[in-house]
């Protein structure tokens, strides 16, 4: 009788562990297994840290994330800085933290041993990109293609991954990334690439959240991803995002990007 009124009392330990439940959507500009790997380890630290059950969850590409940003269907979010100075009006997401001495630049990559050493060389080429509103990836990289006259055909192929496999196997000549998605890329495809091009930097993605979070759990969030870098699993975990750490972030950050103008989303 005691045994069993103690499993009982075990499984509803279990079950009332975590009274809340909240989803950490990151932007798919990789495969969503090398997402998992990168960040579910982040996730339960999370959990660990602030009592609350945080699961890590994406897309299947990346308008799909933006039509899920849109619905609030992510609690907490990872998202590129175009994707904040949008999601941040509507439905209200806020950025918690930032990338620490970091910003973003949108790179262009080439075969190796391919000639191809400048953006004049891919006129009346057909380039791979992730996706329309991928910021520094497409936004920025098309950007200056355009302001350097050259003429080019555009194949969306979903994720940075699928830019830089295409590139390595020769389907396009070259495609658009950013240098994060680039070296963490696994060394038999880093290895078939080098950089031709890198735009202007910029304020990194944003780790936001949701406004119906409260503004007590958005503060343990935010002390646990300010704290992560000294954490065990930390280290290990923000090396293979080829992030340092993250710092405190304001709305205002990405006051550069609104700037720009752009209005894709609109």
């Not at 262009?108 to 910021?135: G, M, T």
């Not at 920025?140 to 192929?157: E, F």
């Not at 409260?214 to 991803?225: C, E, I, P, R, T």
């Amino acid at each position: 009788m005691i045994r069993c009124l103690m499993f009982i009392i075990t499984l509803f330990v279990a079950s009332t562990s975590f009274a809340q439940t909240l989803t950490f959507g990151i932007v798919p500009q990789q495969s969503a297994s090398r997402l998992a790997e990168q960040w579910t380890p982040i996730m339960d630290y999370l959990s660990e840290t602030t009592g609350i059950k945080v699961v890590f969850s994406t897309a299947p590409d990346i308008p799909t994330f933006e039509q899920r940003l849109a619905n609030g269907m992510y609690d907490i979010a990872y998202m590129n800085p175009y994707h904040y100075t949008v999601f941040s009006h509507q439905p209200g997401y806020r950025a918690i933290v930032k990338a620490k001495d970091k910003q973003i630049r949108g790179i262009i990559v080439a075969r190796k041993n391919d000639q191809i050493e400048s953006l004049e060389q891919l006129d009346n080429s057909k380039l791979a990109f992730p996706s329309p509103a991928a910021f520094a990836a497409t936004i920025l990289t098309q950007s200056d293609l355009n302001k350097a006259g050259i003429n080019y055909q555009v194949d969306y192929v979903s994720s940075h991954d699928s830019v830089y496999l295409g590139v390595a196997k020769g389907f396009y000549p070259a495609g658009g990334g950013v240098v994060r998605t680039f070296n963490s890329l696994p060394d038999v495809i880093k290895s078939q690439l080098k950089l031709i091009w890198k735009t202007d930097p910029y304020t990194p993605h944003a780790i936001a959240v949701h406004p119906r979070l409260s503004a007590d759990l958005v503060n343990q969030l935010q002390s646990s991803l300010l704290a992560l870098v000294s954490s065990d699993v930390g280290k290990d975990q923000l090396a293979k995002l080829s992030l340092k750490g993250f710092v405190t972030a304001q709305d205002k950050d990405w006051d550069d990007i609104r700037k720009l103008n752009i209005t894709i989303l609109d």
